[in-house]
């Protein structure tokens, strides 16, 4: 496909349990970010991936949340003992190449619900 | 506090009229200023982007301006039509790393 994908569309799950979100770029681009998108508000940056490493993480609430890029192409979200308030859409995007200009485009998102 | 905020956070109008979002900001410096549409359960989708030397930008009936004195941004979207309905987000991005600043986002309804 041309765009970013994610997968699942729809996550529900109950509390407590892990989860696995995943993101697959745009061939070759070399950048990748994660955001969280509560109902109403706008997208949060989560981690952002320059190749395989995380070069910033910054914004991962806490230590529940881990993300990993092994190969420097497809990325993985993972959220341990979920809790209520992880419920959100969780945005991918890749760019390009690193830098404030470059463009991000942003997959579909993937909407997780703990009950 | 947020960084980046919008104004007004929703609005409806009528098809074939013109209307104008707010983005007021704090982040400083920024390296640009980013203007986003989203469709209700889609990503967002780039508009228009603006280093903090430009003062506006065009792309079809979308238009964005910058007073980075001020720290203000507007987009004015012209003869709406019923496809513009969806979420405008104004985005700041930090320099070097790219991560991005959303603001809450406007959410514009044209009505036919």
């Known amino acids: 496909g041309a765009g970013v994908s994610q997968t699942p569309s729809n996550k529900v799950t109950e509390k407590g349990k892990y989860v696995e979100l995943r993101c697959d770029p745009i061939?070759?681009?070399?950048?990748l970010y994660w955001y969280r998108q509560s109902l109403g508000q706008g997208p949060e940056f989560l981690i952002y991936?320059?190749?395989?490493?995380?070069?910033?993480d910054s914004g991962l609430p806490n230590d529940r949340f881990f993300a990993v890029r092994p190969e420097g192409s497809v990325s993985t979200l993972k959220i341990q003992r979920t809790e209520r308030g992880d419920s959100a859409v969780y945005l991918c995007?890749?760019?390009?190449?690193?830098?404030?200009?470059?463009?991000?485009?942003f997959g579909p998102g993937t909407r997780l619900t703990v009950t | 506090k947020n960084q980046v905020e919008q104004s007004p956070q929703s609005l409806i109008i009528l098809e074939g009229k013109n209307c104008t979002l707010q983005?007021?900001?704090?982040?400083?410096?920024?390296?640009?200023l980013r203007w986003y549409k989203q469709d209700t359960g889609r990503g967002p989708v780039s508009l228009t982007i603006?280093?903090?030397?430009?003062n506006t930008k065009s792309n079809g009936r979308y238009t964005a301006t910058l007073d980075a004195d001020t720290k203000q941004s507007s987009l004015h979207i012209t003869a709406s039509q019923l496809s513009d309905s969806a979420s405008y987000i104004c985005?700041?991005?930090?320099?070097?790393?790219?991560?991005?600043?959303f603001g809450q986002g406007t959410t514009l309804q044209v009505k036919p």
């Open positions: 995007a890749s760019s390009p190449r690193q830098g404030a200009s470059s463009e991000q485009y």
């Open positions: 061939s070759g681009h070399t950048a």
């Open positions: 991936f320059q190749g395989t490493g995380a070069a910033d």
């Open positions: 983005c007021n900001y704090t982040v400083s410096p920024f390296s640009n």
């Open positions: 603006m280093t903090f030397s430009e």
């Open positions: 985005v700041v991005t930090a320099p070097n790393t790219g991560k991005l600043i």
